[in-house]
């Protein structure tokens, strides 16, 4: 029975205890103490996830409108005597490539002419093409 009322009374005294001191306690030194590289790592992952959604849908836009991310496109003009074809509608890329090497050289293509999909969509609602 003393044990129980025990409990009871540091539960009280830790529940209805004086809040305001420990809010005052409170620094920016404690902050900092706080927060752990975890912590950073966390952050960085959710605004580098944040960057690739945006990245995503300016991909997502630039293919839609070059092929509806249809892997079998293909496009009849010749441009410097080649086809553009695939997802990407690359020159020079048969239709008939697998889904994923079109997407992996449509990324490299965008990724070393561009830098980023956003860049790319940018120039081509400039140009009509990238």
């Known amino acids: 029975m003393k044990a129980i009322i025990f409990l009871l009374l540091v539960l009280g005294v830790f529940l209805f205890g004086d809040s305001q001191t420990a809010t005052k306690q409170t620094t920016k030194e404690t902050v900092r103490t ?12 959710d605004k580098l996830s944040e960057w690739q959604n945006k990245q ?12 509806a991310w249809n892997p079998r496109a293909y496009n009849k003009v010749r ?10 509608q690359l020159l ?18 965008i990724y070393y002419r561009y830098g980023t999909p956003c860049h790319a969509w940018v120039y081509w609602k400039q140009n009509g093409w990238y």
């Open 56 to 67: 995503w849908s300016c991909l997502n836009r630039l293919w839609g409108k070059e092929s």
């Open 34 to 45: 706080i927060w752990t590289t975890d912590d950073s790592k966390a952050f960085a992952r």
């Open 79 to 88: 441009v410097m005597g080649k086809h553009a074809g695939g997802i990407p």
């Open 92 to 109: 020079g890329l048969d239709p008939k490539t697998p889904p994923t090497y079109q997407i992996e050289r449509g990324l490299n293509y």
